[in-house]
């Protein structure tokens, strides 16, 4: 069974300071051709010049090896822009996912940063419904 209620990065795992990467979750092959719906919450920023990269990867395993199929970085640049929600469709044709964020600058904070699959779009994906904009974050 998908963990479509898992968050890849939940609040409780605390400021995101530096490089880290999640653990697998099993979300199946990409549903359609759109890809797999996650919904990114960064609550903060404290530099202009910290960047937050994510790379998504999968695998067929859980404790496999893990291959990079997509890299998003934030559509915000400043601090004037967050708090900031982004949804993202991954293409993944494997059935696990994980995130690697990649954090840089001198001393970064990005808060508790979020990541999970978007509930609220998920539904609709996969009957071919409208998108909405509710989510789990």
Known sequence: MRDIYTNLRE??????TATETTA??????SPVAGGTPFVLAVP????????LTVTFEESAE???TYRAIQTVQPIFDD????PAVQHIRVS????????V??????TPNFGEVTLGVDLGTYPNVLTGGPATTTGRY
């Open 11 to 16: 609040q409780s795992d605390g400021d995101l």
């Open 24 to 29: 697998g979750a099993y979300v199946g092959a």
């Open 44 to 51: 903060e920023m404290d530099n202009d010049a910290d960047t």
């Open 62 to 64: 859980i404790a496999g």
């Open 79 to 82: 601090t004037d822009q967050v």
């Open 92 to 99: 993944n044709v494997l059935d696990y996912v994980r995130a």
């Open 101 to 106: 964020f990649t954090v840089t600058g001198s």
